[in-house]
Every structure is written in C-alpha cells, then in structure tokens.
C-alpha cells in the first residue's frame, strides 16, 4: 500500500508523572513532534496507565470529541454535568465536550493499576451541546471479527460522535484474515495494535504499533499472534 504512515511503539512520545505513565501516538502537552500532530481529524491517541488510587483532577475541555476506552482496572468519571460513572473493560465512554465541560477521572482501585485508550477526535460541528455517554459491549461479538463501537449516527451500533468516523474492535485466532471496507470516501484508518501481531495490508505490526492508511477502498488484515487485538479508527482525512 503505497499511502501509509507508520508509527512503531517505541517512536511514541512518552511522559511518567509516576503515577501516570503515559505514551503519546500525537503530540501532546510536552510532546511535540511537528511531523506527528494528528491523523486526518484524530488528533490524540494517548496509551495510559493511571497507578492505583491516582488520577486526572477535574480540568476543561471544549470542541472536542472525546473516547476513552478501558483496557484493564476501572476508571471513575465525574463531570460537570452531574454525571459519575465507573468504566471498566468492555466499556466505551464518549463526551462532546462543546461548548465546554469540566471534567475528572480516577483510577479508584486501592491495589492495581488502570489502563486506557485516550482518543480525541475533532468534531464536524463546534460549539454543540455537551453529552456524555458510555455503554458496555460483549467482548465475545468481537471474537474473529470486527465489532463497531463507534459511528456518527445515534441509531447505529457503538455510541455516537459529531463526525464521520467509525471505529472497530477485534480480537483474533492466529492466521485468521479479514477486509476491512471504507464507509466513507475519502476516510483513511488508523490501525493501533493493542496486543499482538498483526499484518495490515502486508506491512508488519506489532504490540501498540499504529499504522496510518489512506486513499484506499479496502485493505486486508491477518493475525499473526494468537489473541492478537486490534483497534481501527476510520476518520476523515480533512480538517
């Protein structure tokens, strides 16, 4: 595939606060990398681990799309909305954040560790009403296979943004292949590995590996690790 951009895990901008310890996809806060400042509209794609009862004192966000995704322990959110919650594996969690919210999230475990997906994404529409929503999936619907979690429209599977994009997770047998198919022309993907080995359109991945794709109708994915877990992030490539 000629337009591609690859991203190996160990080039990621990385911060440890201590209790934070975080890897940087994008540039953020003191990463900043000028050649690495988004993807199409994804603009942060942060690999956090959140040390136990530690975590993200209440700050603000505004016009910005914002999904986080739980990889292991839990995660409690607290907003300006009145909303509280508790997220674990198997959640997806979005805020619009709009016209402005304010917002924390603590890791509330006294005896492990949280890890999560922090991603941004830049809206279609600026200035909306803040919302916040989560759901929980079953893993087992993305067993050798391709679940949405993510799409711009309310009535679809996933929850929902103010954007184009949708958004996939796999977990795969070994040797086990499938075709991942555009939605919308002119979107490129972003694939992110969270576990294993994988092959994306004959380029090589491996653990937290991120590889940028566009210009395509299609491309082909292979598992090459047993449980090999997959994160696909299809944007529109214009801001």
């Known amino acids: 595939m000629e337009n591609t951009v690859l991203h190996k895990a160990g080039t990621r901008g990385h911060a440890n606060h201590g209790w934070l310890d975080s890897h940087h996809t994008f540039s953020f806060a003191n990463y900043n990398n000028p050649d690495r400042m988004h993807f199409g509209v994804l603009r942060v794609l942060n690999d956090d681990r959140v040390d136990a ?25 607290k907003d300006s909305m009145g909303n509280t919650a508790v997220i674990k594996r198997g959640d997806i969690q979005v805020m619009s954040a709009g016209t402005g919210i304010q917002h924390s999230e603590y890791n509330r475990n006294a005896d492990r560790l949280t890890k999560f997906l922090q991603i941004w994404v830049f809206p279609n ?38 954007q184009d994009a949708w958004f996939n997770l796999g977990t795969f047998d070994k040797d086990f292949t499938t075709t991942y198919n555009i939605n919308q022309k002119g979107n490129g993907v972003y694939v992110f590995v969270i576990k294993g080995d994988v092959t994306v359109g004959g380029i090589a991945l491996n653990e937290r590996d991120g590889l940028g794709v566009w210009d395509v109708d299609t491309f082909s994915l292979q598992a090459n690790s047993q449980d090999a877990e997959v994160l696909l992030m299809e944007v529109p490539m214009t801001l």
Do not use: C
């Not at 679940?147 to 929902?160: E, K, R």
């Open 53 to 77: 009862g530690k975590g993200f004192g209440t700050h603000p966000h505004d016009n910005m799309e914002i999904i986080s995704i739980p990889l292991e322990g839990d995660l409690e959110h």
């Open 125 to 162: 529409k600026r200035n909306v009403t803040p919302r916040y929503d989560q759901i929980t999936l079953k893993e087992a619907d993305r067993q050798n296979k391709l679940q949405q979690i993510l799409s711009p429209n309310a009535d679809d599977a996933g929850v929902w943004i103010h």
